[in-house]
């Protein structure tokens, strides 16, 4: 890989813990392999992030609702939805250092690339997680925890058409977490044993043109990169070859994206066609029946559906990636999260030019609470003023408000463009309308 995309990784990742967007999981006794927790800036930018999804996907439409199901499920949705049986990684391991690999991912299947040792034969690794129900061991339920989040919606498609009024074609979107016991780990929060996904089951007739419906849902999830900020020319998509293709589906488009530890192009999100795979085999499993009357022709079916999918920790390193820049030079040189401001865990940083000067902090604060009450906020009084804005850039704060002396005098402040870094004077009066026009609402 690239050295200087290689620095960049490394980069983001020691700014995402510096700053607090993401940690290593179980820090404090030398951390969980594989696991991550979010801190204050982190928890904003993925609820913007799936906040803007649901707006987009969910709420902006008439033919999608949401559901929020369980994380535990009854090892029969498994059974049924063939996971216990397919959902499995062909690993090798290391006879002498014992790691793990998964086969499709070793370059040289001859010898282990972390000491050189010879590997034992191909085995297959289940990716889902067992949960055991009850106290008492040796009676206990074993249940999983959900592998997908997709799973929840079929066996909830019933429940969802009996208790609302939706007609097909229509759609049920759902964001939570998914659990895999992946081998292949490592890239930060890239593929990790507990993430979380927003995805769409969108039910179709049998005979609907599906590839047509497919085709619009890929230009939707085009649209939803572009309203988040990511750049159309750092994505891929890869038309997955028939033998290639996920057990349960007849089209697959993997959405790719440009990470900067990977010299190619590796999945952000998905698109599939899953025909009618799923809900028929709950219908068998269950007893229950999974079809639809479509009361003006009569006709009795068991729906189609198309599948986009995202991950929303993926999302968040593809947008860190995407706005992390580096501008200026030696001492001059600063750190900028151009995060497109619907993004940006805080929208505003105010504060008084001097921390000491009571008159000017008491302005400040006015302004802040004001403006809190509209616009996630930050008060910023510490070091200079230089260095302040600099730690604004860093975190992607679009904007700086500063009150000065003058402030006291002609009731304006200086706003400051993290981007641009020009600043200009606006009365605190007018303050609630230039940013409802600069952050869009
Ligand atoms: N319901 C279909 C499904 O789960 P997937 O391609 O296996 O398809 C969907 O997963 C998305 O979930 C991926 O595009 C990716 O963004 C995210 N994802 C999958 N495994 C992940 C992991 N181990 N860590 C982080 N994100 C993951």
Not at 24 to 51: F, H, M, Q
Not at 217 to 237: E, P, R, S
Not at 352 to 380: T, Y
């Amino acid at each position: 890989m690239a050295k200087k995309e290689e620095n960049k990784m490394e980069k983001i990742v020691s700014l995402a813990k510096r700053r607090g967007f993401v940690y290593p999981g179980s820090d404090i006794y030398g951390g969980l392999a594989n696991t991550y927790d979010y801190g204050p800036l982190g928890v904003e930018l993925k609820n913007n992030i799936k906040r803007a999804w649901w707006k987009y996907f969910i709420q902006d439409r008439e033919d999608m609702v949401g559901i929020d199901g369980g994380i535990i499920s009854s090892a029969k949705v498994w059974e049924a939805s063939g996971h216990i049986k397919n959902f499995k990684d062909p690993l090798v391991e290391c006879k002498k250092c014992h790691h793990r690999f998964r086969v499709d991912k070793l370059k040289d299947l001859k010898k282990c690339p972390d000491c050189g040792g010879e590997f034992t034969e191909e085995k297959q690794f289940s990716l889902l997680f067992k949960a055991m129900i009850g106290p008492v061991e040796g009676e206990q339920e074993t249940a999983y925890l959900r592998g997908e989040t997709a799973q929840n919606i079929f066996v909830n498609f019933k429940n969802v058409l009996n208790s609302n009024n939706k007609k097909i074609p229509f759609g049920i979107g759902q964001i939570g977490k998914a659990f895999r016991n992946e081998v292949t780990t490592g890239n930060f929060i890239f593929r990790t044993l507990e993430f979380e996904q927003m995805e769409i089951e969108y039910f179709i007739a049998p005979d609907a043109d599906w590839n047509k419906i497919f085709e619009n849902w890929v230009d939707d999830i085009h649209n939803f990169a572009d309203l988040i900020g990511l750049n159309k020319k750092n994505f891929n998509d890869d038309e997955i070859k028939k033998d290639e293709l996920a057990f349960y589906s007849k089209r697959t488009i993997d959405m790719e994206y440009k990470f900067p530890f990977s010299d190619e192009h590796e999945e952000l999100w998905a698109i599939a066609y899953r025909t009618d795979y799923d809900l028929t085999q709950h219908q068998k499993a269950s007893g229950q029946s999974m079809e639809y009357f479509d009361e003006p022709t009569k006709a009795k079916y068991i729906p189609h559906v198309i599948e986009p999918t995202f991950g929303v920790d993926r999302t968040l390193l593809a947008l860190l990636s995407e706005a992390y820049h580096e501008e200026g030079e030696g001492d001059e040189m600063r750190v900028v999260l151009k995060l497109k401001p619907n993004m940006a865990p805080y929208k505003i940083a105010v504060a008084p030019l001097l921390g000491n000067k009571e008159k000017l902090s008491e302005k400040a604060r006015e302004i802040f609470v004001e403006l809190k009450k509209k616009w996630n906020c930050v008060w910023d009084d510490r070091g200079n003023i230089g260095k302040r804005y600099r730690s604004q850039d860093e975190i992607g704060t679009p904007y700086f408000i500063v009150v000065d002396f003058d402030s006291l005098e002609d009731e304006a402040v200086t706003v400051r463009d993290r981007d641009t870094t020009k600043q200009e004077r606006v009365k605190i009066a007018d303050l609630d309308s230039y940013f409802s026009e600069k952050l869009n609402n």
